[in-house]
């Protein structure tokens, strides 16, 4: 199977749209949270996963966009962006939004926002971390987002190998036990504005990063339409 793997797409429809153009023809859609927040189109982007079929998790930004999590753990920028989207979204959104679990089991592979340990708060970008998490987890694979940073870690002969993917990075799992991060589909955050995505081959048993250009400035007016925060909008277009 070649499936699509998704994460932190934040309300951002254009990027997701690119992504998915790009991934082609996939058996699978597979998303690690945070769908809503930030961006200007939550009821468009949940629209567009539920119309795919795309399975997967909550993360922070989507408890609380639908009153599961205290609004008061966000930072100004956050929070004002989550008012705005508790005010935006349609009950339909709420609805599917807020059925979806904090873990999910999808063949050899288990799918959470942030950690299998901690679903929707815990931010995986330490070895140790990784290895606590990695002994947790009920499936070789484990698939993280949160972070909005691509990254892996893979675990062989009890050491653990931190590897930092670049547009186009294939690993070979072979095997080996792995947590895996995609990156940001909608907000990037490692310096590079394109969307980033996953392609995990349960045949070939790698998984390669991919990156995609979208439309940044018609998001970014759809943003300033909406009045969300003047920094959520500028970092977009350099990707941190
Ligand atoms: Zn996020």
């Given at each position: 199977m070649r499936i699509a793997v998704l994460s932190?797409?934040?309300?951002n429809l254009s990027a997701l749209d690119a992504v998915l153009a790009a991934a082609g023809a996939v058996d699978a859609v597979w998303q690690l949270g945070d769908?809503?927040?930030?961006?200007?189109d939550p009821d468009g982007v949940v629209d567009r996963l539920r119309s795919i079929g795309a399975r997967g998790v909550k993360g922070n930004h989507d408890a609380a966009a639908v009153g599961?999590?205290?609004?008061?753990?966000?930072n100004a920028d956050a929070r004002g962006a989550m008012e705005w989207t508790r005010s935006a979204i349609a009950p339909g959104t709420v609805a599917w939004l807020t059925a979806l679990p904090e873990v999910a089991v999808e063949d050899e592979a288990t799918l959470v926002?942030?950690?299998?340990?901690?679903?929707?708060?815990?931010?995986?970008?330490s070895v140790p971390v990784a290895r606590a998490n990695l002994g947790l987890l009920q499936t070789r694979i484990g698939l993280n987002g949160h972070t909005h940073l691509p990254v892996a870690f893979v675990e062989e002969d009890g050491r653990i190998e931190v590897v930092a993917p670049g547009d186009g990075s294939v690993l070979e799992l072979r095997g080996r036990r792995a947590l895996v991060n995609p990156g940001?589909?909608?907000?990037?955050?490692?310096?590079?504005p394109r969307s980033a995505y996953l392609i995990l081959d349960t045949d070939a048993d790698t998984v390669a990063w991919h990156r995609v250009a979208y439309d940044i400035e018609a998001v970014q007016a759809d943003m300033r339409a909406a009045g969300l925060p003047a920094s959520l909008i500028a970092r977009l277009a350099v990707g941190l």
């Open positions: 932190d797409i934040h309300a769908i809503v927040g930030y961006g200007p599961g999590l205290e609004i008061e753990w966000f926002h942030g950690s299998p340990r901690e679903p929707i708060w815990e931010y995986v970008t940001s589909v909608g907000q990037p955050r490692d310096g590079d």
